[in-house]
C-alpha cells in the first residue's frame, strides 16, 4: 500500500493541514492500493505565499539560468523512469504501450522547452518602442489525471522559462505519479518556493488558487465546465487564464482514401489514451457511397482491439480511471443506444475473457453508426472508447457537421489527394488539423476554439501566454 502524506511547499516537504484521507486504486482491477492525504485552502494559501516570495528574485534570473534548470529537471525525472513507468501503468491503467510516451514526455517538455526559450525574444523593437516581455508572477497551474507527469512538467517547464515562480494542483487521483515528479524535481535543486505541489480537491486547492489575489496566471486542462469555474473565480481579479478544456474532434474519411491506411488511424484518433483524450477523434464522418465499406472495416478493426491487462504490451486500451469515469461511459452507451444509433461493436457491461482483471473498470471499445450529429453520443464528450460514425453527402456536408459543435480542439482529415486534404482543413474551425497523420509537434500551439478553451500551450505562444509586454518610449529608448 502507497502512503502518500506530504505535499511540497516552500522547498520541504510537509504535512498537509488537510486532514481528508482519498483511497487510490489500481483500475485494472478495482483494488485499493494507497492512501493520499489530502491539501486544503490553508496549504494553498501557504504555497503561494511561498512562491509570492521567490518570484522577485528568480524572475531577475538570465535566460541561462533558467536554461540550465529545465535541463537538471528534466535529468532528475528521467532519473526516475522506471518508478513513474509503474505507477502510470498501476495508478492509471494506461497500456504499457501508451505508456512508454507517457513517462518520456515529460523529460522532453523540460529539454524542449530549454530550447524554445534559448531563442525567445525577450525584448522586441516595435517602432519607436521596446517592448520587453515580463514574468506575470504567481503561476496556478492545475492538471488532470489522463496524463498527470506530463501536465505538471510541461505546464510547469513553460511557466520556469517565463521566469515565474509556480503552485500546482495535480488531481488526487494521481498522486503517487505526483510523489515520484515531485521527489525528482526536489533533487533537481530548485530554489525553495519556485516549485510547490499541493495535491488536493479542486472545489478546495484549485478553487483557492484560482481566486487568490497574489495568482498572477492560470493554467488549467480539463472539463468545459470546471474551466468555466475557474474563468468566473480569476474574473475578479483579473488574472491572466490559459484554458485547454473538452473536444469533440472529427475525424473526416473522404471519398478517395485508402481505406486500409485511414481506418486504422481514425480508430487510433478515436480511442488514444484509452479513449481518455479531449482530442479523441470520437465523430468518424463517412461519405455515403462507402459508407457499407467504412462500416466493415471499422467495426473489424474496434473488434480487434486488445483490452486487458496493462503491462501486456499487446494490449491498447486500458481501463477507466475510475468507476465514476466507468459509470459515465455506460451512460452514454446506453443513450446512444435509446436515441437510435445501431451498435456495430462493443457495448454496455466488461469485456469478456478478462480473467484475473474482470472486476477492473474495462469498457468494451464500442462502435455506433446511424449517428446523427444532434444525438448525444455525437454532441457530449465521452471520454471513453466509444466512436460514432456519421454519414455526409458531399464536402460541404462533412465541414458543415464537423464544426457543428461547441467545441474545436482538434480534427482530423483522411484523404488520398492532400491537396484536397488540406482545402478541407483549412475550412474547420480547430486548434489543431491533422491530416493523414495523427503526428504532435511541440513547436506548435496547442489549444482549442469555441469552448475547447481560451489560448495557447506549447511553443512561443505558450510561453508568452505566462508573460506580459511592457513599452519603453522616449529618450534613451
Known sequence: MHQID??????HFVTPHGTELFDLHNPATGAVTGRVRLADEEDAHA??????????????TAKAERIALLHRMGDAVAARRDELLDAVIEEYGAPASRAG???????????????????????RRMGTAEVSMEPLGVAGLITPWNSNAG????????????????VIKPSEMSARQTQIVTEALHAAGLPPGLVNIVTGRGDRVGAAISSHADVAKISFTGST???????????????????????????????????????????????MNSGQACIAGTRLLAP???LAEIE?????????????????????VGPMVSRTQWDRVQRYIRIGVGEGAILLAGGEGRPEGQGEFSGGWFVRPTLFTGVRNDMTIAREEIFGPVLSIIPYGDEEEAVAIANDTIYGLQAYVLAGDTARARRVADRIVAGRVLINSLAHDPKAPFGGFKQSGIGREYGSFGLDAFLEPKSLMGEGV
Do not use: Q
Open 6 to 11: 506530504s505535499i511540497y511547499i516552500d522547498g
Open 101 to 123: 510516451f507517457m513517462v518520456d514526455h515529460p523529460v522532453n517538455a523540460f529539454r524542449e522547452t530549454a530550447a524554445l526559450l534559448a531563442d525567445h525574444p525577450f525584448v
Open 151 to 166: 501536465f505538471i512538467c510541461g505546464k510547469l517547464a513553460t511557466a520556469i522559462a517565463a521566469g515565474c515562480t509556480a
Open 296 to 316: 466493415a472495416l471499422t467495426k473489424a478493426a474496434v473488434e480487434a482491439v486488445r483490452t486487458g491487462d496493462p503491462r501486456d504490451p499487446a494490449t491498447t
Open 225 to 271: 465546465a470546471t474551466g468555466k469555474a475557474i474563468l468566473r473565480a480569476a474574473a475578479d481579479t483579473l488574472k491572466r487564464v490559459t484554458l485547454e478544456l473538452g473536444g469533440k474532434s472529427p475525424t473526416i474519411i473522404l471519398d478517395d482514401a485508402d481505406l486500409s491506411r485511414a481506418i486504422p488511424l481514425a480508430v487510433s484518433a478515436a480511442f
Open 288 to 290: 455515403r457511397s462507402r
Open 47 to 60: 504555497a503561494i505565499a511561498a512562491a509570492k516570495r521567490a518570484f522577485p528574485a528568480f524572475s531577475r
